[in-house]
């Protein structure tokens, strides 16, 4: 009895050693490949330049890229079946290949430093707009729901689409969305460990990782997600959760040292502080789109009595003597 086993064997043995080990490496891709788990996406170009070279080998050996065009016009015998071999293997590694790009994860980066938000158009054709030095990353094209992962703030425009889920998760909270505008605010860096979310419109609904508890918020609350669990919060409101998107810093009764991680954030340099400053003394203000961090740091430390002086990565704030 024939099997698809049989057969290719009786195929491998009218082949040489690098066409047969072509054709048993595009038999395994077919018939066992699974979409890998998520990849690093840095490593993704990586990947995309080793398939089109070992594409770019496979022809040539073949005499398909044009060097031999003449045998490859009027083949014969079995240089034939070989050439089709290849060709067809040629065909299904790209295939397999697209497969795999579909299921890899795309990283979404905000600005380095300064007052620039850049806006993304993601896969599934949400938009979000990141802060400077946030990280979105997710959304490989075949997955059944539309997953992201965010080490920063962002602001979300998100469709109703019932069955493909938007959702989005930091390293405390869990944020599965229908159809809405919301902020998302969660620094692996920060000084504060919390993911905090204010909702405009919509809803959606907030899962706290730590103790696995849920709930469904509605249009104009914020709440933040802790270790302490889920805390309704009146500090990250509509005008504080948007005010980066204008470039602004916007603080309501924070303690300095949660101000301070903000600013170093948006310029881009280190800030540090002595032990005699009170980074718990808590600090309300607005700085409109601030073009230097030393317009802020001036302003701070006139309000904190402190003073400030420049380290060779940044600032520093100390009390006089």
Do not use: C
Request: charged share 25%.
């Amino acid at each position: 009895m024939k099997t698809p086993k049989n057969e290719l064997n009786d195929l491998l043995a009218q082949t040489d050693g690098v066409e047969r080990e072509a054709l048993l490496q595009t038999w395994e891709l077919v018939g066992h490949a699974k979409p890998p788990a998520p990849m690093d996406p840095d490593r993704t170009e990586g990947l995309r330049k080793s398939l089109r070279e070992a594409v770019r080998d496979r022809t040539a050996h073949a005499g398909l890229d044009g060097s031999e065009r003449e045998t490859a016009r009027r083949p014969r015998g079995p240089l034939v079946f070989r050439i089709r071999l290849v060709a067809a293997a040629v065909i299904t590694v790209f295939v397999v290949a697209a497969g795999v790009w579909g299921f890899l994860p795309k990283s979404y980066l905000g600005a380095e430093g300064g007052n620039l938000v850049v806006t993304h158009v993601l896969r599934d054709g949400a938009q979000v707009q990141l802060a400077p030095g946030a990280r979105l990353t997710g959304g490989a094209r075949f997955s059944a729901r539309r997953s992201y992962a965010l080490d920063g703030e962002a602001w979300f425009e998100v469709d109703f689409n019932p069955d493909r889920p938007f959702s989005v998760e930091t390293a405390h909270a869990e944020i599965t969305v229908l159809g809405t505008s919301f902020a998302v605010r969660d620094w692996s860096s920060g000084v504060r460990q919390e993911t905090s979310v204010f909702l405009k419109s919509g809803s959606i609904s907030l899962r706290n990782t730590a103790s696995d508890s849920t709930i469904t918020m509605e249009p104009g609350v914020s709440f933040r997600s802790s270790l302490d669990g889920l805390k309704e919060s009146q500090a990250y409101g509509e005008v504080t959760a948007t005010a980066w998107t204008s470039g602004d810093l916007h603080f309501q009764a924070e303690p300095l040292g949660y101000v301070l991680d903000d600013v170093s954030r948006r310029f881009n340099v280190d800030i540090s502080w002595t032990s005699a400053v009170d980074a718990d003394r808590p600090v309300s203000g607005v700085f409109r789109a601030p073009d230097e961090v030393e317009v802020v740091l001036r302003d701070l430390a006139a309000y904190m009595s402190v003073m400030y002086r420049p380290t060779a990565t940044g600032f520093e704030l100390y009390a006089p003597d």
